[in-house]
């Protein structure tokens, strides 16, 4: 066993358990701020420096693809310490260290756990033959056995992914890019139930369908079947029927991995956990033992864990404010997606299914045409409080920045697929926040374009690679890219510049 000590002995240590995008982002955000004074350690499991995990179906069919995250000579810092292969396994919160796998100990004056999430597991009778989408060895072992597969078999291979969520579909659009038969199984009765409505989920599976997929909902499965080698050969359903199945492929969601707040039998329980896992934190994001930080998927706050890139990055920016005495308080979670497949164009935000009282709906749906659009407003049809778009899901990326604020146009404008022509132009206010991911505002990307924000020598930015670099929008997930490219291209019209279409 090793105990590793700070260098210098006065820096403030903090330790930072996990190496995830959550991770990444606190390191990010302290390295920002300045490092005098301080010694981060980050340890990880993983043998990887933290990667993207919204972009894993990318290496899912391109096994080389670079999913590292930010600029990787940050960890060249002094005062940041990456460390990986070193999983945290225990912490002492009396003698303030805690320890690893390894038998290391590492002493923390403030400690930050971001350990994320694991894929959930199907309790059924065949499941140790599956395959689960949550890390790159997860998606390299897919990519490997679908290729091997197609090999021995000599013909396309059936795919079968239960779960009919983001990334379950995710999954299937990239077992069909390797050559594969999608397959999409889910027991509730439309996809992506928890950010469609009914009529939503019947556009979104047209869709799906269209594309070649084969759906089954509604109905769950029982058992994975196999042959005496262990090779998978179906699916056997709750009502009898059974899919044919080379490969199947679970993405049923995930469950925080809160392992190190749980005390060992017959010990005191000092973490308080939510009901179905995860940290209680505040809104400063620290846990009922002062110096204990939670944040991304393995922190419960209002009762909710979630899997989302925005609220984890906001985690992590908290925490470090806080560290430098700031007052940052986590405003609760933005639960807005959009899904990344190509042909399939559908996003949901907001208060989606209309739970606010009084609050009004107004939907365009084409169910030929897999073309669903709902917005949600206030009764006096004044206020956005949501809305779901399927099919054309174009007024998004204008609508999302302005969710709680006052419309410019009447609802209905929107509903663009009904033959109304385009979305009424929208100026975002300065405090109106479009890249929901890094949580930048409107304001700060004119400010760089006109040359008075935080970019380099407060240079004027006219290119939107530039843009992107000098404000972090639209550098996750990418779905506010198209409105980011539109406010450079009028801020640069406003100023009598040639706009340049790199």
């Not at 209002?302 to 560290?323: F, H, K, Q, S, W």
Request: with cysteine; glycine share 12%.
């Amino acid at each position: 066993m090793t105990e590793y000590t700070s260098n210098p002995e006065t820096a403030r240590r903090v330790v930072v358990a996990g190496g995830g995008p959550a991770a990444h982002r606190f390191a990010e955000a302290m390295h920002t701020r300045g490092l005098e004074g301080w010694h981060v350690i980050v340890l990880t499991e993983e043998a990887h420096l933290p990667y993207d995990r919204v972009a894993l179906s990318k290496a899912l069919t391109e096994m080389d693809h670079d999913l590292t995250l930010g600029d990787a000579s940050m960890w060249e810092h002094d005062s940041l310490d990456l460390r990986t292969g070193e999983r945290v396994a225990r912490i002492n919160t009396e003698s303030k260290t805690v320890e690893t796998a390894a038998g290391n100990t590492y002493p923390y004056d403030d400690l930050v756990v971001a350990t994320g999430s694991n894929a959930a597991r199907l309790p059924i009778p065949g499941a140790e033959h599956t395959h689960v989408y949550r890390t790159l060895e997860d998606v390299w072992a897919i990519n490997k056995a679908i290729t091997e597969l197609t090999e021995k078999l000599g013909r396309q291979v059936n795919a079968v992914t239960i779960g009919g969520g983001l990334l379950g579909l995710e999954s299937a659009a990239g077992t069909e890019r390797l050559g594969a038969r999608p397959v999409v199984i889910d027991g509730a009765a439309w996809l992506m139930a928890t950010q469609l409505d009914e009529g939503a989920g019947e556009a979104m599976g047209r869709l799906i369908k269209a594309k070649g997929f084969e759906v089954h909902g509604g109905v769950f499965p029982s058992e994975v079947l196999s042959d005496d080698d262990g090779q998978v050969t179906g699916v056997l359903m709750a009502d009898g029927r059974i899919i044919d199945a080379d490969i199947v492929i679970v993405a049923i969601g995930v469950r925080p991995r809160d392992e190190l707040f749980r005390a060992p039998e017959g010990e005191e329980q000092v973490f308080s956990l939510g009901p179905r896992g995860g940290v209680v934190i505040s809104d400063s994001c620290e846990t009922e033992i002062p110096g204990v930080w939670a944040i991304g998927e393995v922190a419960n706050f209002g009762g909710m864990c979630l899997g989302l890139v925005a609220p984890a990055n906001t985690m992590a920016e908290i925490v470090a404010d806080r560290l430098h005495g700031g007052q940052a308080t986590f405003p609760g979670f933005d639960t807005a997606t959009k899904l990344k497949l190509s042909g399939v164009d559908v996003a949901s935000f907001g208060d989606a299914f209309a739970k606010t009282e009084h609050a009004l709906e107004i939907v365009y749906a084409d169910p030929a045409r897999g073309v669903y659009q709902k917005i949600v407003t206030t009764d006096d049809a004044k206020t956005l409080l949501g809305g779901i778009f399927v099919g054309d899901a174009t007024p998004y990326m204008s609508l999302r920045p302005l969710l709680g604020r006052e419309l410019p146009a009447e609802p209905g404008a929107y509903l663009t697929a009904a033959g109304g022509g385009d979305a009424p132009e929208t100026e975002l206010p300065d405090d109106a926040i479009l890249c929901s991911c890094n949580n930048v505002a409107a304001g700060s990307i004119r400010d760089a374009i006109n040359g008075c924000g935080s970019c380099e020598g407060n240079a004027p930015v006219q290119e939107l690679g530039e843009l992107k670099t000098c404000t972090r929008a639209g550098t996750q997930c990418g779905s506010c890219v198209p409105m980011l490219k539109k406010l450079l291209e009028g801020e640069l019209k406003k100023s009598g510049i040639e706009v340049s279409k790199a």
